[in-house]
């Protein structure tokens, strides 16, 4: 049932998993703050609810958007524990997310942390330190005679990501880091 010249979809939290047998890898984008606000209240409202008419509750629908920086899991999970709650709650808990993450996103990103190596977990933790760093300056940090094969070990995971030689960290990770 799959022919010569078929595309197969993979869908991993793990890149280095299909290294050897995909042709092409695509990497999905985060949504942008539109699509991201959308997907976030399918969640966040009940469709027979006004409460979304209520421009509080947009303003503080767009930070949280802001907060979850185009992360659909996290968009669902935030949209999820906020429905059928009122505003003071969604205030609330804006205001908590700044110092601490919601449990359900950290029992997420739990599950990725737990199936590091505990070199990798111990890397990511000092990487977590410095946050946004020049590539070269973490790999001279860390205490590894192989620094470029674990910051890329850690990319695979999406744990970080390197760009334009910079060592970064979605935030969310960052203070889940922070937690830990």
Not at 23 to 34: G, I, M, S
Not at 103 to 122: A, F, N
Not at 124 to 139: N, P, Q, T, V
Request: proline share 1%.
């Amino acid at each position: 049932w799959i022919r010569q010249g078929s595309r197969i979809v993979i869908a991993t939290s793990d890149k280095s998993l299909i290294q050897d047998v995909a042709d092409y890898t695509y990497v999905v984008p985060q949504l942008n703050h539109k699509d991201g606000l959308g997907h976030f209240g399918r969640y966040a409202f009940d469709h027979h609810s006004n409460i979304h008419n209520n421009e509080v509750i947009m303003k503080l629908s767009k930070e949280f958007v802001h907060y979850g920086r185009g992360h659909p899991l996290v968009l669902k999970l935030l949209g999820a524990d906020l429905n059928g709650k009122d505003e003071d709650h969604w205030k609330t808990k804006l205001a908590t997310l700044a110092e601490n993450s919601s449990q359900s996103i950290r029992d997420v990103l739990q599950v990725s942390y737990d199936e590091l190596s505990q070199e990798h977990k111990d890397i990511f933790l000092d990487i977590a330190c410095f946050r946004s760093e020049d590539e070269s300056y973490i790999a001279s940090l860390l205490d590894s005679s192989e620094a470029a094969s674990e910051i890329k070990a850690l990319m695979n995971k999406f744990m970080i990501n390197v760009s334009e030689d910079r060592v970064e960290m979605h935030d969310l990770l960052y203070t889940f880091a922070r937690e830990l």
